[in-house]
C-alpha cells in the first residue's frame, strides 16, 4: 500500500526514513507506477515502480556516509545534493525528483561527479545488479 504523504515536509521526512534506514518500503510506497529512473550510466530510462525501487535500494547499498547537504523544494520539483563515498572513492551528486499531484515521484534524474565516482558508481551497481534488470 502506497505510503500517504502530501506536503515536502512530510515527503521530505519520508524520503529521508526510506534512503536512512535502507527501508524498501517506504520506498515503494513513494514511487509512482510509472516512475522514471535516469542515469548517467544508462544509455535510456529505465522504466516502472520495481524497476526503479530496484535501483534506488541498490545505491542507497552501495553509498558509504552517505549525506545530503542542500535541499531545494519547489513544489513538485526537488533537487538534492548530495556526497558519498564508494570505497575510496569520495563524489558529489544531485537527484532531481519530480512528484505527480498524487504525491508520487514519477521522474527521478542522477547526475554524480567526478568521472571518477561515476565510474565507482557504475562498477559497483554493476556488480550488484549484473543481469537483474
Known sequence: MPTEVSSNEERLETWHRAVFERDREALMGLLAEDAVFHAPAYFKP???RETV?????????????????RELTDGDDWALEFSANIGDVKLKGIDLIRWNEAGRIVD???YVR??????????AMGARMSGKL
Open 46 to 48: 529505465r522504466e516502472g
Open 53 to 69: 525501487a530496484f535501483i534506488l535500494a541498490n545505491a542507497i547499498e552501495v553509498f558509504e556516509n552517505f549525506t545530503y547537504h
Open 108 to 110: 527521478f534524474e542522477v
Open 114 to 123: 567526478p568521472a571518477k565516482g561515476l565510474q565507482a558508481l557504475a562498477e
